[in-house]
């Protein structure tokens, strides 16, 4: 085992070999929760930004501290739920967006520069429909009741369960077989 040199500072870490590196000195990201920066990450979030991708940028707090933040401040946290409610219809919208752009298109031209052929770039093609599909996907779960494409579940009927006016009905029929059971 590789010992550790004794002139190490705090920046400076020792590999393997147990020769020094200075290691990277990270902003420290805020942990305290204020209203304004609550804000931010709500407002980024509605306009479609993912979670990941906002924490990911200086200055902002790590995932674990939002989440924290979701556990203990109450007003965030509805801000928050309203937050995703919004990135859903955000979402929703960039569907048509996305469907609206002409596809990119290869021309084919002869020697005299006439044109012969107009190509789709499948790729292409199918690039977009992930976007597409992608976006349909996230909009039902974040908005299930708005998004989601229900199955009609089939109705099921209990044969065991039978309506009150025929129950009514059945129960007058068997009196009177019984009466007249009774009566030979």
């Not at 009741?145 to 009150?164: C, F, H, L, N, S």
């Amino acid at each position: 085992m590789a010992k550790k040199p004794k002139d190490l500072s705090s920046d400076t870490v020792a590999d393997v070999t147990g020769k020094p590196q200075t290691k990277e000195v990270t902003k420290t990201r805020g942990n305290t929760y204020t209203e304004h920066m609550g804000n931010l990450i709500c407002i980024r979030l509605a306009e479609g930004e993912s979670l990941n991708k906002i924490c990911k940028d200086e200055g902002m707090p790590d995932k674990a501290t939002v989440f924290r933040w979701l556990g203990s401040e109450a007003s965030f946290c509805d801000k928050y739920a309203r937050a995703r409610e919004l990135q859903a219809e955000t979402q929703f919208d960039e569907l048509i967006d996305i469907v609206d752009q002409p596809p990119e298109l290869s021309y084919v031209t002869d020697k005299n520069g006439e044109l012969v052929e107009v190509k789709f770039d499948s790729s292409y093609v199918q690039w977009m429909k992930l976007r597409v599909d992608t976006r349909k996907w996230t909009a039902a779960r974040m908005a299930p009741k708005k998004y989601a494409e229900y199955r009609q579940p089939e109705e099921k009927v209990d044969t065991m369960v039978i309506d009150g006016e025929i129950k009514s009905v059945m129960d007058v029929a068997i009196k009177r077989l019984e009466l007249i059971r009774i009566a030979e």
